[in-house]
């Protein structure tokens, strides 16, 4: 049964879904209008740590580094699914069709020990450049999906009030003592993807 969250609400993954580290972050959206542009939407993941920080920049997760862990080698940022604990599964360019535009992949049994946090979060490609922010957008939800089931305990539907921010942070997944939380965040950039990183202490 899918629990549906509102802004700034909290659930325990622990005690939601016992026994169950593998989820799959589904983020969809659809254009509500366009500039006569293509309208290229982008998922993002941030490893944050207990001062709020990632620890590097291996800690952002986007379209052209998929994985906290990347396969050795690798000229396109592939990561490695052995290692990675957050997964990128790679860029829409159109967000068309329904159900999930990009999806985001944690292994909660991967996260390290010091990391407090995964941010989720979508920014729109070259927003400034294309005239594009939040407000074209409608439908815009995360949801939480179990990956061995695909069961989908929770998500998150986005009130449509972001009319001049160009990055939303969806949500988080989060430590609380012994326990993973998923929280529904909401919160809009008007400075895009960049924004958001340097919020979160990537180094750019």
Do not use: C
Not at 125 to 134: I, K, P, V, Y
Not at 136 to 164: C, H, I, K, M, W
Request: net charge negative; charged share 25%; hydrophobic share 40%.
């Amino acid at each position: 049964m899918t629990l549906s969250l509102s802004k700034g609400q909290n659930l325990s993954l622990t005690k939601k879904v016992p026994g169950v580290d593998k989820f799959t972050i589904g983020l969809g959206w659809d254009a509500r209008t366009t500039t006569g542009t293509d309208f290229d939407l982008d998922a993002f993941a941030l490893l944050v740590g207990a001062d709020g920080n990632v620890r590097s920049s291996a800690d952002f997760i986007y379209f052209n580094q998929k994985g906290d862990v990347l396969l050795p080698g690798t000229t396109t940022g592939e990561a490695d699914p052995a290692k990675a604990s957050v997964i990128h599964a790679g860029d829409n360019l159109t967000g068309a069709g329904d159900g999930d535009d990009e999806q985001i992949t944690i292994d909660l049994s991967k996260v390290p020990a010091d990391v407090d946090k995964v941010v989720i979060a979508v920014s729109i490609f070259e927003a400034d450049e294309r005239g594009q922010t939040f407000g074209q957008v409608r439908n815009a939800f995360v949801r939480l999906v179990d990956s061995a089931t695909g069961d989908e305990p929770l998500r998150y539907d986005l009130a449509e009030d972001s009319s001049t921010e160009t990055a939303v942070v969806f949500a988080e997944v989060y430590r609380n003592g012994g326990e993973w939380k998923f929280k529904a965040i909401g919160q809009g950039y008007d400075t895009g993807m960049v924004g958001v990183a340097k919020d979160f202490g990537v180094p750019l």
